[in-house]
């Protein structure tokens, strides 16, 4: 019985290796969203640089992968990093889907990407149709969206491209290329300063959080009851800040706000009690949300400061005061 279950053993493993499917590193962070888009991919044959034939196990095409064939550094900046893509073909020459690689992008941007169906706006086109295909960004993803847009368009451009660029061309930069990397240095830079304003004020508001509680906890109290005004005016007198977060959706107040105006009314013990439960919850849930928050800020700034120095050296600029001004 053992030497059986030996012999059992011996071929599954025999089966699995020979079933296993390798994968060529630059395809492997694709490799799972192809299998989505052409099912039973068992082989890819490179054909050149950047394309591989993706084939079942009996040998037959099930499509066609192409990767992009710019750096790193020529990707267009997205939240907090760049994105690596790809586009997959079907055997008919169209896409079957848009893939995404390598990134450090804030997942839940992704996220809203994909639940936007962004993605699935080029399927259907032949190569050529994509440079034509107006694709708008998804609200609440933009910086996403917009790198993911233009990774697609160059990942287009780069294989409709007639011949080599000339030795002068992959050195240097034509005037249409400088414009677009002096408007992209232009916009990076007012990132940096908008990730930096928030990323500052959200420390301070950290800070107060954490080492002023119960003056935290009153300035609330008073927004609930007396209103805005009113703690931005405690606020002022105390040093301290008031954060007052714009609501979305369909609520036009907030809880403690509700809570605040049932106690205004009533004066209740009860009433009060639920008020100041409330802003208790409200304050800890921010000593929650605010460190990651304070982090994604810190990391997109990082990287767009990166972008920011990446760009002034591709234009020749020595220092920061060669850039273009920021202009609003």
Do not use: C
């Amino acid at each position: 019985m053992l030497k059986y279950s030996a012999i059992i053993g011996t071929v599954l493993a025999g089966v699995i290796t020979a079933g296993a499917l390798e994968i060529p590193d630059e395809v492997k962070h694709f490799s799972r969203e192809i299998r989505k888009r052409l099912p039973g991919v068992a082989k890819y044959e490179p054909v050149e640089n950047g394309i591989y034939t993706v084939n079942d196990k009996s040998g037959k095409k099930l499509g066609t992968l192409y990767l992009e064939r710019i750096s790193d550094d020529d990707r267009q900046m997205g939240y907090a990093g760049t994105i690596e893509i790809a586009v997959v073909f079907d055997p008919a020459g169209k896409v079957a889907g848009v893939l995404l690689g390598r990134n450090q992008e804030t997942p839940s941007f992704l996220n809203r990407v994909r639940a936007a169906k962004f993605l699935d706006q080029w399927n259907g086109l032949r190569m050529e149709e994509i440079l034509d295909k107006q694709v708008d960004t998804v609200t609440g993803a933009t910086y996403s969206s917009s790198a993911i847009r233009a990774g697609v368009r160059k990942l287009a451009e780069s294989y409709l491209a007639e011949g080599k660029r000339s030795e002068e061309e992959e050195t240097g930069l034509t005037a249409e290329e400088r414009a677009a990397v002096e408007r992209e240095l232009v916009q990076l830079e007012r990132k940096v300063q908008m990730h930096r304003r928030i990323w500052e004020s959200s420390e301070r508001l950290l800070k107060q959080l954490r080492e002023r509680k119960e003056e935290e906890l009153e300035l609330r109290f008073i927004a609930a009851v007396d209103g805005k005004e009113a703690a931005a005016e405690f606020a002022k007198e105390h040093d301290m800040m008031f954060f007052n977060h714009p609501r979305r959706g369909p609520e036009k107040k907030s809880r403690t706000e509700l809570l605040g105006e049932a106690y205004r009314s009533s004066r209740s013990a009860e009433d009060l009690a639920k008020l100041k439960a409330a802003i208790l919850e409200d304050y800890e849930g921010l000593l929650l949300r605010v460190p990651p928050h304070n982090e994604e800020h810190l990391k997109a700034m990082k990287a767009s400061q990166e972008r920011v120095e990446l760009l002034k050296k591709k234009l020749g600029y020595a220092d920061q005061t060669g850039s273009p001004a920021i202009t609003e």
